[in-house]
């Protein structure tokens, strides 16, 4: 196993190591507003280590891919490993301009029913390399309560169904440590923001202020006659029919500024029909990968990726001869 920073990724073969570099050092905007002219990254700092065991080895001066977490990259940054083992990276002015512009941020937001901490440690370094803005962590029926006291969300400000306007705030402590090792890991330095909420209900209220979204909800097809029983009132109720995301799009092109909000549930699913009906009366269409019910994580980031690819396409600008760039 490598070390959980990863701008190289080393692999065993039956002759040799082989490495792949493939990341970026991401750097705090403190560390850089504090430096003259170079960021030292101190001989125990992890990053330091990695750079001398995983990247160089026998080099003591090179470039490096570095960034700033919700800042710039620098895709060729002058460095240096100084005799005491700290790595220096060289912030001139023109450096100093490239990392201290703002990142891009992405198109896609994700609301996902809060899952175990076990897998929520494991899913956002996965959700933050994916390219996502804001991550929306609720309360679902099928979920469990409980997970809202795991020690990873301590310092996530929970929001209430008495909330006023809710604010996505930046992850701190452990939770950024994961956000920003999935920036490292794709090379992208925004990390996603984060918001906490008691309840579904509550998180689709303060959404609904959004009107530049196109919100979509993962369910299983189960089919175009499939009904289930409706506790409260005895009533039989026919859950619709959730369509593909290539369906979706054909059905409803996104314009190329649109920004789209990706809901996915617990292992269980969204409860049917009250929380599908929730959906429904806030503008969600609901999306499948089929009708087997999927693990929260495998639906999760299938669905990312579909997403993000149909969103790049609509933004992709018009080509003369294929319609596309």
Known sequence: RTASFRPGVARQSSRRLVLVELNRLMLERSELDGSNGEVVLARDDRRARHVREQIWREKT???????????GVLDACGASLRADGSVVLETNAGARRA?????PRPGLDVLLAVPAPLRLKRLLPVISSLGVDTLWLVGARRSDRAFFGASLLR?????????????PTEARGRLRELLVEGAEQSGFAAIPRLALVSSLSTALRAIDNRTDLVKCAAHPDRGDDFTVLHHPSGDIVRVPRPLTTADLFAMRPPPPDARLLLAVGPDRGWDEPDELSLFAKHGFHLVT??????????????LIALLSDRLAEARR?????????
């Open 61 to 71: 001066t090179a470039t490096l891919r570095v960034g700033v977490v919700d800042g």
């Open 99 to 103: 990392l201290g512009a703002l990142a």
């Open 155 to 167: 310092d996530l400000p929970r929001w209430t169904k008495n909330a006023g306007t809710i604010h």
């Open 289 to 302: 990968l089929g009708p087997r019910t999927l693990r929260t994580d495998v639906a999760l980031v299938s």
């Open 317 to 325: 600008p018009l080509s003369p001869r294929s319609g596309r760039a």
